[in-house]
């Protein structure tokens, strides 16, 4: 202050007071002969001695000593002091320790390893003034200076090193796909594994990449098989463990229960990456069962280069270290990450101890702003790269993706990420995954099915279960389908393999070509009425066939061709057009007959009735009534069409997906069944007005009289309706080959039952009672002989 203050007087007399002045003020200042430093070590965890904090302390003094050794004036007069003490992994302890710092006017700790205890203690350095500096501590609140003001770390924030583990699964999903998509992530209930687990689950959110289950455990517990049971569950192959400890306990029972090795990849964190003590016994020597099971396993660890004079310097005390002492060290080894961390630390609180006492500060109470201010201006070369700080007291620092080799035994660098950057993986480097091979394992992984093969007629086994993409049976064009299709009652393959190969009880096409041959004779044997009707009624006509009005026998002949056809929409998978076709040809079918009925029954009414005697019914008129009856089912169908359109579509039936027949349209659902109801209704109302006329026709003279036979077809007809239709609405839904069946026979039978009975007897009486020839009309089976003539004029 009095040498910067001389420099701006120009008064000679003036500045040659304030050059004595502070030529005094130094004299009497001086720096002191020795200044002392706490150090918080990680030496114990409930009095069991840990590898990691002999390792710390090393580091820490060779770094001290090497930055001393370094410039002679640095602390040319000064002593600097290491006061290292146990933390023990508790916070009570470590807080202990503040306020006793605090009641001797310490205001400046280094070392503070944990996550887990600085998390605590720095709030407490913030109430009782104390700055603290740590090269380990990574969890992200450190990062908040609301609460740690004071607080300072030569090492990268949990939120770089989370990041680098979402970026480099990022990456291996990009280029392999599916089974990169979903991790599992595992971590201890401290400070240190959540805050790396929020960081991580922050960050993923931005991915395509999904989170299976989250599982945390206690780092002092026996036994994780629960959480690993759940991550078995969960069916992810990517595993991140972020573990304060507790890692070799995970990685053994996560062999016993089959997590470890090829189709899995483990992701771990800095406290992994960073400590041999993972993998070495007590006595410093190699655990082989737990670096061959740590085998490809992937870390996040800031990314050291490990080249410079620092880390030469480092190198060469850890090697010439003597392996009694120092578990890890000796010829041949390598420092890891965190003592080489520890070692920078060491190396920037000499920097910091040397501003201050450059400032001449070191003699009095130093408050933590000023320590804080000083170690963040501090820069410089060291073991681990180039170290400065932030204005948030954080170190900027890419981060390595590490590669565990058991042949080491140790960690490699396999990728480098960095903020803003994506995962690059080193070119002259090779990752050995858990199969100890360089392919990138394939973690699509997939539960072997079986399927049927549509186009090969025979169920196989995808054991890749991948290999094969199933289809839905709904496609225009498939050959692969699941297993579950096959013979299950529903047709889902074009050429119906998978309801006739193998010996189906469901075998659609046996069923098909048996009832496809009777139909195919049904129509043809109804095909030949049609010249009997034509020849007998028409250009040889006999009484008996004009007595039945020939033009509507055609018509019934027509309309029963028409629904023997109609069973042919319903064979072979269903389609939106065979779909769309099945009402109106077995609709416009059965009301077709059925109107042919009533209304050759209604001329023969209306001539034999009393109160309409010489009334002459002419084909036209009649025609006209049939047309009346018919048109009423006409409009239905076309309403149907338009606002209930039936379709194929694929539908839950029996707990299975099936393309089936169903309502489309603007309705949807239960469109169809509500007009199927409408049409049948009408055709109820029909049948009715037939049975109608069979009652009053019952007296007509026999010649003319078919009231018994119309009966009979109508009582056969309403009887298959109330049978036949609620038993395959029920059944149509779990068992479609017995529906089919069903509605099949009742269709054939219903149409071959009304025309055999209109039919046979005309056929037997003109071709072997009258042998071709006209029968007689005996008058005394008529009523009178005006009816007679009524009659006969209403026939010719």
């Known amino acids: 202050f009095f040498f910067s203050t001389a420099m701006r ?55 001290v000593q090497d930055a001393l050794d370094s410039d002679p004036d640095i602390l040319p007069d000064t002593e600097l002091l290491l ?3 146990d933390s023990q992994f508790s916070t009570a302890v470590g807080i202990e320790f503040l306020i006793n710092f605090f009641e001797q006017g310490i205001t400046l700790t280094a070392g503070n390893p944990l996550s887990g205890v600085v998390s605590s203690t720095g709030q407490a350095a913030a109430v009782y003034g104390v700055a603290q500096l740590s090269g380990t501590a990574n969890t992200g609140v450190l990062s908040d200076k609301t ?73 002092d517990t026996t036994d994780v098989s629960v959480e690993l049971n759940e991550i078995m569950r969960s069916g992810a192959r990517v595993i991140v463990v972020y ?31 960073g400590l041999s003590s993972t993998y070495l016994n007590d006595d410093g020597s190699v655990n082989a069962e737990m670096a061959n099971l ?20 480092l190198l060469s005390h850890w090697q010439a270290a003597d392996p009694a002492e120092l578990p890890g060290g000796g010829p041949g080894t390598i420092p890891p990450v965190f003592p080489a961390l520890m070692y920078d630390m060491g190396f920037a609180l000499v920097l910091a101890v040397d501003a201050a006492d450059k400032q001449d500060l070191l003699d009095g109470p130093i408050g933590p702003e000023v320590w804080t201010e000083l170690i963040r201006a501090v820069t410089f070369d060291g073991a681990t790269g180039f170290v400065s700080f932030d204005e ?48 990138i394992p394939d973690l699509d992984i997939r539960e072997p099915f079986d399927y049927w093969s ?9 054991r890749t279960g991948k290999t094969i993409s199933l289809h839905t049976p709904d496609g225009d064009s498939f050959d692969d389908i699941d297993a579950d299709y096959y013979c299950d009652s529903f047709i889902d393959c074009h050429n119906l393999s998978d309801e006739s190969s193998g010996g189906c009880g469901t075998n659609y096409l046996v069923v098909f070509i048996v009832f496809g041959i009777i139909t195919g004779l049904l129509i043809l044997i109804t095909c030949m009425f049609i010249p009997f009707v034509i020849i007998y009624g028409f250009i040889l006509p006999r009484r008996r066939v004009r007595a039945s009005s020939p033009i509507f026998l055609l018509v019934m002949a027509l309309s029963g061709i028409l629904g023997y056809a109609s069973t042919f929409a319903w064979y072979g998978k269903p389609h939106p057009v065979a779909c769309g076709f099945q009402p109106w040809l077995l609709g416009l079918a059965v009301v077709s007959i059925i109107s042919a009925l009533c209304a050759k029954t209604w001329r023969i009414w209306r001539i034999f009735n009393k109160r309409f005697s010489h009334t002459v019914i002419s084909d036209k008129q009649l025609v006209a009534f049939y047309l009346i009856m018919v048109t009423p089912a006409i409009i239905i169908l076309i309403i149907w069409t338009a606002v209930s359109t039936p379709t194929a579509e694929m539908k839950d039936r029996d707990g299975t997906d099936h393309y089936v027949c169903t309502t489309g349209g ?49 009582y056969n007809l309403g009887f298959l309706a109330v049978v036949v239709i609620p038993v395959f609405l029920v059944l149509q839904e779990f068992n479609p080959f017995g529906a089919w069946i069903i509605r099949t026979c009742a269709i054939l039978y219903a149409f071959t039952a009304t025309l055999s009975i209109q039919f046979l007897p005309k056929i037997i009486g003109v071709i072997i009672i009258d042998k071709g020839k006209d029968s007689a009309v005996n008058p005394k089976s008529l009523r009178n002989n005006t009816m007679a003539s009524a009659s006969a004029s209403a026939t010719h």
């Open 294 to 313: 740590m085998r490809g396993n992937l870390g996040s660890v800031v990314f050291l280069p490990n080249e410079g004079d620092r880390y030469e310097m």
């Open 147 to 219: 609460k740690y003001p004071y607080f300072s770390r030569s090492y990268a924030p949990a939120p770089l090193l989370a990041g680098s583990t979402v970026g480099t699964i990022e990456l291996f999903l990009q280029s392999e796909g599916r089974g990169w998509d979903s991790v599992a992530l595992l971590s201890t209930a401290e400070a240190y594994g959540i805050s790396l687990s929020q960081s991580f689950l922050e960050q993923l959110e931005e991915t395509q990449i999904s989170l299976a289950t989250y599982q945390q455990y206690l780092d």
């Open 454 to 462: 549509c186009d090969e007629k025979e169920e196989r086994t995808d």
């Open 83 to 85: 006061d290292f003490y």
């Open 392 to 439: 948030f007291g954080d170190r900027p620092m890419p981060v390595a993706i590490q590669n565990f080799i058991p042949e080491i035994p140790g960690w490699r660098d396999a990728a480098i990420w960095e903020l803003g950057e994506r995962t690059e993986l080193l070119d002259d480097i090779d990752i050995v995954w858990p199969d100890n091979s360089t392919n």
């Open 9 to 63: 007087i120009t008064h000679p007399s003036q500045r040659l007071k304030y050059f004595v002045l502070g030529f005094l003020f130094a004299i009497a200042s001086g720096s002191p002969a020795s200044f002392t430093v706490p150090i918080e070590n990680w030496e114990t965890t409930g009095g069991t001695p840990v590898t990691s904090g002999i390792q710390f302390e090393a580091a820490i003094s060779w770094g």
């Open 243 to 273: 573990a304060f400890g507790g890692y070799p306990l995970v990685v053994q029972q996560a062999d016993d229960a089959g997590l470890i090795g090829e189709g899995y990849v483990w992701f771990v964190g800095p406290t992994i990456t």
């Open 666 to 714: 603007v309705t949807g659902e239960p469109g169809g069944i509500v007009f199927f109801f409408i049409l049948v209704g009408y055709e109820a109302i029909v049948l009715l007005f037939g049975a109608f006329l069979s009652i009053v026709t019952r007296k007509v003279p026999t010649f003319f009289n078919e009231s018994k036979l119309i009966a009979i077809s109508i």
